[in-house]
């Protein structure tokens, strides 16, 4: 099974691709640069992996960061975040936030958040 990421944001380009609206003599079409995301379907069904290698949200009370591995979550209006290994607590139950282990990532992490 192939495992990737996926965002809204690559729902409309997914379709258009899949749906070969702009270039029906291709099978795999690119949707037009205008598009903000990644066909998913092209890639995959070409055996390749997703093109989205990261996936951000803001949602109302959070910013966060999800990776392959890592999964953060931060809180502005706390001041406090949580942080998962998603490799080995893939059930999200161990909070490394404030370990100093992974001090560089939950920084790096951060940043690309805002």
Not at 78 to 106: C, F, M, S
């Amino acid at each position: 099974m192939v495992r990737g990421f996926a965002s809204t944001i690559d729902i409309p380009a997914t379709i258009v691709a899949t749906a070969s609206l702009f270039d029906p003599t291709s099978r795999y079409p690119k949707p037009p640069p205008e598009y903000s995301g990644y066909d998913l379907v092209g890639p995959i069904a070409r055996g390749g992996p997703s093109p989205r290698a990261v996936a951000t949200a803001a949602l109302y009370t959070a910013f966060t960061v999800i990776t392959h591995r890592w999964k953060l979550a931060y809180y502005p209006e706390q001041g406090e975040g949580r942080l998962w290994d998603r490799l080995t607590d893939p059930g999200e139950h161990v909070d490394l936030y404030g370990a100093n282990h992974v001090r560089e990532i939950k920084t790096d992490l951060l940043r690309a958040a805002f």
